[in-house]
Antibody, heavy 119, light 106 residues
Framework: EVQLVQSGAEVKKPGESLTISCKGS????????IGWVRQMPGKGLEWMGFIYPGDSDTRYSPSFQGQVTISADKATNTAYLQWTSLQAPDTAMYYC????????????WGQGTLVTVSS | EVVLTQSPANLSLSPGERATLSCRASQSVTSFLAWYQQRLGQAPRLLIY???TRASGIPARFSGSGSGTDFTLTISSLEPEDFAVYYC????????FGQGTRLEIK
């Protein structure tokens, strides 16, 4: 069974750094794009970027380029989303999602990680 | 950036009725378009990809059509579990999502 399991909810202060994770199982992790999607409270879905773990090719949405870093570790089948300095508008649910049976569409999703940034 | 505009923003229907949701792209995305369902408090679920192909395990009452700039998701007879928010997504030029259509019980 394919699973994407994300790390738990986080509460951070403005200016702090954060890395959240998404561990894949039940498929060839290195052979499928895995991406991140933001959903701000009460709002829609926003694609942030994705990575191909096999060669670490990474693509970012222009809206998120330079704001976050996406990485992956093939040895542990885990993808990461990293911030160096969080701000209040980063408060959102973050989903990882992979296109496993379908290219560049997301047919498997993690359960989401809620990030709250508040002083 | 390809902008996807979904209409209507909100749709009120009764169980058993037919639902028709629209997604219009600001430029052609050929058939590289998908539809997702997001129930309250849950992660999105892929319903349709490549404009008209049902994803694995998706009931036959869901169908997609269109190409180029105009796309439609049709739910032939609404079940109680179908009341949710629906998003379209294109992958022709980078990736973008529409703003969503909220399908609510009348």
């Amino acid at each position: 069974e394919v699973q994407l399991v994300q790390s738990g909810a986080e509460v951070k202060k403005p200016g702090e750094s954060l890395t959240i994770s998404c561990k894949g199982s039940g498929y060839r992790f290195s052979s499928s794009w895995i991406g991140w999607v933001r959903q701000m409270p009460g709002k829609g879905l926003e694609w942030m970027g994705f990575i191909y773990p096999g060669d670490s090719d990474t693509r970012y949405s222009p809206s998120f380029q330079g704001q976050v870093t996406i990485s992956a570790d093939k040895a542990t089948n885990t993808a990461y989303l990293q911030w160096t300095s969080l701000q209040a508008p980063d408060t959102a649910m973050y989903y990882c999602a992979a296109g496993i049976a379908v290219d560049n569409f997301f047919d498997h999703w993690g359960q989401g990680t809620l990030v709250t940034v508040s002083s | 950036e390809v902008v996807l505009t979904q209409s209507p923003a909100n749709l009120s229907l009764s169980p058993g009725e037919r639902a028709t949701l629209s997604c219009r792209a600001s430029q052609s995305v050929t058939s590289f378009l998908a539809w997702y369902q997001q129930r309250l408090g849950q992660a999105p679920r892929l319903l349709i990809y490549d404009a008209s192909t049902r994803a694995s395990g998706i009931p036959a009452r869901f169908s997609g059509s269109g190409s180029g700039t105009d796309f439609t998701l049709t739910i032939s007879s609404l079940e109680p579990e179908d009341f949710a928010v629906y998003y379209c997504q294109q992958r022709s030029k980078s990736i973008t999502f529409g703003q969503g259509t909220r399908l609510e019980i009348k």
